[in-house]
């Protein structure tokens, strides 16, 4: 059975994580405005959002970098470091894919989605939007469990990585199905590419975000 006194360590890891994923969901909020932006195609501020993306991107690196520099010698920790740093990457991971997704759109910023991919464009998005709101949920409710070890906390926390699984499954059906009707439009075959590949950056997202939830499984382990 893991001690309670564990959790007296000075500076919690949890702290720093939670920090990040709150700087990532704020990205994500970000991310899907521009997306719509680009959808509508009248919006004139897909340039700014991007850039905002790219400024909350850095902010969550320092906060990434800090995690990995300011852990003193010797401090007290629930969990290994290499699983902290592993947990550490794909939360991370969903940032780097959230700013590829619109690194991507904007190497063909006039050519626009085809109307017949819109919606499940949207709804790709709006899928990936949802387990980055959990993966802030998961962390502070795993905070909770390392200072307490309470099992119906843990159980809790095992739920929400369920839900990141759950989620990450209906992300992957809506993607294949962008992917399949991509290719009977009638659409040059760049268009065609450049949809398939923005289908798959999207998804990636929600693949990070299932990644992060199997590190954070495997930290609860006894």
Same mark, same amino acid.
């Given at each position: ?53 790219? #400024? ?7 906060? +990434?970098? /800090? =995690?990995?520099?300011?852990?003193? %010698?010797? &401090? $007290? ?65 795993? #905070? ?7 099992? +119906?906390? /843990? =159980?809790?926390?095992?739920?929400? %990585?369920? &839900? $990141? ?58």
């Amino acid at each position: 059975m893991r001690l309670p006194i564990l959790s007296m360590f000075l500076t919690s890891p949890f702290e720093g994580l939670q920090e990040h994923a709150e700087k990532v969901k704020e990205c994500a909020w970000a991310f899907q405005q521009a997306i719509e932006c680009h959808i509508s195609q009248k919006c004139q501020t897909f340039s700014e959002l991007h850039a905002e993306v790219e #400024r909350l991107e850095h902010e969550a690196d320092a906060i +990434k970098r /800090r =995690i990995r520099g300011h852990l003193p %010698i010797g &401090t $007290l920790m629930p969990v290994s470091k290499f699983q902290l740093f592993r947990y550490l990457r794909e939360q991370d991971g969903v940032l780097d894919a959230v700013e590829d997704v619109l690194d991507w759109i904007s190497y063909r910023p006039d050519t626009g989605i085809p109307a017949d991919l819109e919606k499940d464009i949207l709804l790709l998005v709006d899928a990936v939007i949802d387990p980055i709101e959990e993966l802030s949920k998961m962390v502070a409710e795993a #905070r909770k469990y390392f200072r307490t070890y309470n099992e +119906k906390q /843990r =159980i809790y926390v095992k739920d929400i %990585i369920r &839900t $990141l699984r759950r989620q990450e499954h209906e992300a992957d059906i809506i993607e294949d199905r962008i992917k399949r009707a991509a290719f009977h439009l009638p659409i040059d075959a760049v268009t065609v590419f450049h949809m398939v590949r923005l289908a798959e950056i999207i998804g990636s997202i929600a693949d990070h975000a299932e990644n992060a939830g199997d590190m954070m499984r495997a930290m609860l382990a006894k």
